[in-house]
C-alpha cells in the first residue's frame, strides 16, 4: 500500500529557470498539499497535464525526490526513514530514466536481480516468464540502443520487474508506444493487479485511464483536485467521458485560457 499524507514538495529555481518560467519568483511548488492512497489489487491513476506535478509526485513515493513536507509510506516503510526498505519493495519506471545503452536485456536483467540479491536461478526463472511475455526473447542479446522504442521500453519494464516487487510505480508506461505494444504493457498491469500488486501510474491517456484505473486522482498545478473512481469524478463534473471531465476541472482549477 501506498499512502501519501500531505506530500508538498518545493524546488528552487535557477534564475534561468524563472525566464523561462516567466516568473518573478525563485521558489516553485511542484506539488501541495497532496493526500492519497493506492490500495493492494487495485491501479490508481494519476492524471494532469504536463507539469502538474505527476512526476515529482512520484519521484517522491520512490525515494528520488526528498520531500520538503508531509509523509509518504510504502508497505508501511517511511520513504525518508526507510528508503532502503521502500526501493526492496517497489518497481519504478519513467521515460527520463535509461538503461545503458551499451548493455543487452539480458545482461541488464540479470545484473538488476544480482542487486537485488537474487539467486541465479531465480533470476533466470523469472527472465524467461517477462522475456516471454514481452517477445523479448529474440532480441536479449542485442544491444538496448540497437532496440526499436517499443522493445525498449519492454525491455526497461521487464528490467523494472526482476525483484516480483509488491508496488509498481510506473510514470507514463505508455507514453509513444504504439497500440499494440500499448496494450501488451495496460495487459500487463492488468495481471499484476490480479496478482494483488499495489499499482500508482500517472498518464495524459484519457481513454487509458478509463479503462485501466480503478481510482483516479486528478492533478492541476500541483493540487489534487478530484479523486475517486471514474463514475464518481463524472458524476461530479456531470460529464459522460473521462476527457471532458477533466476538462471540466481544469477549466475551473486553471486561471489560463484554454
Known sequence: MICVDNLTKVYKLSKKQMVEQKTKKNMK???ENL???AKPGKIYGLL???????????RCIATLLKPTEGTITVCGHDVEKSAEK?????SFLT?????????????????????????????????DKL??????????????????????????????????????????????LDIVTARNVTDYLKLLKEEGKTIIISTH??????????EIGIIINGKLVSEGSLEEILDSTNTKDLEDGFFELYKLHNQEVL
Open 131 to 176: 522475456f516471454n511475455y514481452f517477445d523479448i526473447k529474440d532480441f536479449e542479446d542485442k544491444k538496448y540502443e540497437e532496440l526499436s522504442t517499443g522493445m525498449k521500453q519492454k525491455a526497461s519494464i521487464a528490467v523494472s520487474l526482476v525483484h516480483d516487487p509488491k508496488v509498481v510505480i510506473f510514470d507514463e508506461p505508455t507514453n509513444g
Open 29 to 31: 511548488r511542484a506539488v
Open 95 to 127: 521515460n527520463e530514466i535509461k538503461l545503458d545503452p551499451q548493455f543487452s536485456p539480458k545482461y541488464l536483467f540479470n545484473f538488476f536481480g544480482r542487486l537485488h540479491k537474487m539467486e541465479e536461478t531465480a533470476i533466470m526463472e523469472r527472465r
Open 205 to 214: 491517456i484519457m481513454s487509458e485511464a478509463e479503462k485501466l484505473c480503478d
Open 48 to 58: 494532469g497535464p504536463n507539469g502538474a506535478g505527476k512526476t515529482t509526485a512520484l
Open 35 to 37: 493526500t492519497l492512497t
Open 86 to 90: 521502500v526501493r526492496e519493495s517497489i
